[in-house]
C-alpha cells in the first residue's frame, strides 16, 4: 500500500564548455500537463517500427511519460493503466512474488507450466515474465491476441514487450525519489554518455525498491510482506554505419522478500453459507479476516526435537534433505531471486534489395529459494502422523522451502522488406533451448522431508 507518496526528480545535463545545468522541481499531476496536439506513438509489435494508429492489432502502448507520470514501478502497476491485461499469483495459494500468472483478454493458461502470454525485452524471452522494474523503459507494449507468429510459443492471448531506452549523443543524467506510508521508497538513478561521436554511446542505471509489510504476524511481531529489490542496468549502443546498428542490454537484480501476508478460510471459522451440508460458502458481505490468523510463521530457529532447527537441518542442509542446488542462499522466512537477462541485437540494411538482416540473441538466468508456510493457516497444533514413524520426517510447523535455477539461450533471425514497399513481408527463424531447470521442495509438516 502506497499512503502520503511524495515525489522528487532532479534532471542534469552537462554541454561542452558550458557547465552543468540543473533543476528540482515537483511533478505536477499527469492531468494538469497541457500537451499541444497527440503524441504520435511508434511501436515494433511485430517486429518492425510502426505508428501505433496504423498497427493492425490489437496494442496498448505505455510510454515513457505514462510511466513517470502514473509513477508505475512494475508490471502489476502496468496492469492498470493496460485494459485486458492482469497478472495473478494463480496456483500458488499465496501472496508473494515466487511465481506469477500474465492473462490477456481473459484467457489464463490451460496447463500452469506452460504459460499464455509471455514478458519480452527488446523482442527477447525473459524467463518466467519477471521483470525488476519498468522505470527505464521506453515503453511497454501489450499486444493482445494470438501472437506465435512474432513471438514464439507460451504467447498465444498475448506478448508484453519491454522496450528499454537508448542512450542519446549528449551527457544526460536523472535522479527519481519516491517515498509513502510503511517505509515504502523506490530510488532510481541514470547517465548516459557518448564514447564516441555519433557512433557509440552507453547507458548505466540502478534502482533500489522496497516497503516494509502493511501487516503483522502474530507469533514473533515481525512484519508480513516485505518487499526489497536492487537492480542495475547496462546498455551499450553502437552505429558505425548509417546502415548498421547494434545494441546490447543487460540487467541484474536480486528480490529479497518477507514472508508473505497470507490466511485461509476454514469451514469451520469463516464460511456461514451450508448448501447440501456442507460449509463452504460466503454469502452476503465478506467477513473481515482476523489479522491475527495472517500467515502465522513459526520462527525458523526454534529447537526441534533433539535441537535441531529448521535452519539446520533444511536451509543449511545439516539433514541431507538438498537436492542438487545444495544450501539456501537466505535464512529468513520469505523469497530470495537472484537474476540475469542480456539481450543483443544487430541490423543490417541492404538498400540495393531493400531488406534488412537482424539478429537477437538473449540469455536468460535466474536462481529463486522460497521458504513459506505451505498451508496459509496455524497447524502446529496438528500432529504429523509420520513423525517418529518414518525416517527423516520431522515436526516442521507446515514450514516449505522451495528451490530452483533455470538458464536459458535463445537466437532469433530475422530478414524484413522495406516498409515503404506495397508488398511487405518477414521471414524469421526462432530458437529457445533450455540450458538447465533444476528443482527441489523439502520439509513440509504434512509430508515426508
Known amino acids: 500500500m502506497k499512503l502520503n ?98 492473462t490477456v483478454r481473459g484467457m489464463p493458461p490451460s496447463i500452469n507450466t506452460i504459460p499464455s502470454a509471455s514478458v519480452f525485452i527488446n523482442g527477447a524471452p525473459v524467463t518466467g515474465g519477471f521483470v525488476p522494474g519498468v522505470g527505464d523503459l521506453e515503453r511497454v507494449e501489450v499486444v493482445k491476441g494470438p501472437q506465435s507468429a512474432y513471438f514464439g510459443r507460451s504467447s498465444f492471448a ?24 510503511n517505509s515504502w521508497h523506490d530510488l532510481s538513478a541514470s547517465v548516459e ?15 533500489t525498491y522496497s516497503t516494509h509489510g502493511q501487516y503483522q504476524n502474530s507469533e514473533d511481531l515481525s512484519r508480513l510482506g516485505d518487499r526489497r529489490t536492487e537492480s542495475i542496468y547496462g546498455v551499450i549502443d553502437y552505429t558505425p554505419a548509417d546502415n548498421f546498428r547494434a545494441n546490447v542490454f543487460v540487467t541484474h537484480w536480486e528480490d529479497k522478500d518477507g514472508a508473505p501476508a497470507t490466511g485461509k478460510f476454514t469451514a469451520a471459522n469463516d464460511f456461514n453459507c451450508r448448501a447440501g451440508g456442507t460449509g463452504t ?26 535441537g535441531n532447527t529448521f535452519i539446520s537441518l533444511v536451509v543449511q542442509n545439516g539433514g541431507g534433505f538438498a537436492g542438487p542446488l545444495g544450501p539456501a542462499r537466505h535464512s ?96 524469421a527463424s526462432i530458437i529457445t533451448r533450455p540450458i538447465r531447470a533444476l528443482g527441489a521442495s523439502m520439509a513440509s509438516a504434512r509430508t515426508r522431508a
Open 332 to 427: 529468513s522466512a520469505g523469497l530470495y531471486r537472484e537474476a540475469w537477462h542480456a539481450t543483443g541485437t544487430l541490423e543490417y540494411d541492404i538498400p540495393s534489395l531493400d531488406v534488412t538482416l537482424s539478429s537477437v540473441t538473449a540469455y536468460n538466468q535466474q536462481y529463486l529459494d522460497n521458504i513459506v508456510n505451505s498451508y496459509a493457516e496455524d497447524l502446529r497444533s496438528t500432529p504429523n502422523v509420520n513423525f517418529g514413524r518414518v525416517p527423516n520426517v520431522y515436526s516442521f510447523p507446515t514450514l516449505l522451502l522451495t528451490q530452483s535455477k533455470i538458464k536459458d539461450f535463445s537466437q532469433e533471425l530475422r530478414a524484413t522488406s522495406d516498409q515503404a514497399q506495397p508488398l511487405r513481408w518477414m521471414l
Open 5 to 102: 507518496v511524495f515525489r522528487l526528480a532532479m534532471l542534469g545535463s552537462v554541454a561542452v564548455l558550458s557547465g552543468i545545468t540543473g533543476v528540482v522541481t515537483p511533478l505536477a499531476p499527469a492531468r494538469a500537463q497541457q500537451v499541444a496536439g497527440i503524441e504520435e506513438v511508434v511501436v515494433t509489435a511485430r517486429k518492425r517500427q510502426e505508428k501505433l494508429l496504423e498497427t493492425p492489432v490489437a496494442v496498448s502502448a505505455v510510454t515513457a511519460k505514462d510511466i513517470e507520470s502514473l509513477s508505475l514501478a512494475n508490471l502489476n502497476d502496468v496492469t492498470k493503466a493496460t485494459p485486458g491485461f492482469f497478472i495473478s499469483t494463480y496456483g500458488t495459494q499465496r501472496n508473494d512474488r515466487a511465481s506469477q500468472v500474465l
Open 193 to 207: 554518455t557518448p564514447l564516441v561521436t555519433d557512433m557509440l554511446r552507453v547507458r548505466l542505471s540502478g534502482r
Open 281 to 306: 460458502y460466503l454469502c452476503g458481505t465478506l467477513p473481515k479476516f482476523p489479522e491475527s490468523r495472517l500467515g502465522v510463521n513459526f520462527p525458523l530457529a526454534t529447537p526441534l526435537t533433539g
Open 158 to 181: 498475448g506478448a508484453i514487450n519491454l522496450v528499454t531506452k537508448k542512450p542519446g549523443d549528449e551527457f544526460k543524467g536523472s535522479v527519481s525519489m519516491l517515498g509513502g506510508s
